[in-house]
């Protein structure tokens, strides 16, 4: 049977680390679905659409990975409709894990079959966060380094977009 993970998240934007992250879910799993979704505890820069475009783009060369959006419900439905036994998380830091434990807990509860697989990225994204990035970006800094060219020109067009 085919091992399908999916690497959920809200990737505004997605990042080098998250393509860390999905390349090393790859080496586990033969189809790792990325699946753009919403965190109501923030307010997302980029449109769902927006950053599946941007993901899709990044990811288009990995034969196993596909993007899709979730654009509303509880990401264990989706898991179990889609057939996903495992949710991938990134972890960078020691303080990411409190909400990740209980998170991973809850989508447990709702979905007992369901695993969630914490995996590190190279420790050079330990200090790559969306958040930091969406932040040095919009302010016109050199981020080029922690995104793909294609994230780096959508930033510059949303940068061009609040500043009309
Ligand atoms: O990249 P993030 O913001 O840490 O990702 C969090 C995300 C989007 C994975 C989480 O908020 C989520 O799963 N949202 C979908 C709705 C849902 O199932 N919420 C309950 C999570 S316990």
Redesign the pocket.
Known sequence: MKQKAIY?????PFTNGHLDVLERALNIFEEVVV?I??????HALFTAEEREAMTREVTCDYPGASVEV?HN??????ARQVGARA?V?GVRQVKDFE??F???L??RQ?YPEVTTVFLMPNVKYTYVA?SIIKEVGMLGGDVSKFVHPCVLEMMHQKREEQNR
Do not use: C, H
């Not at 419900?73 to 989706?78: A, F, I, N, P, T």
């Open positions: 959920p998240g809200t990737f505004d699946v979704a919403e965190n109501s505890q923030k979730l419900g509880l990401l264990v439905d989706y949710i998380r909400y990740e209980q998170m991973s809850l989508n709702l969306s």
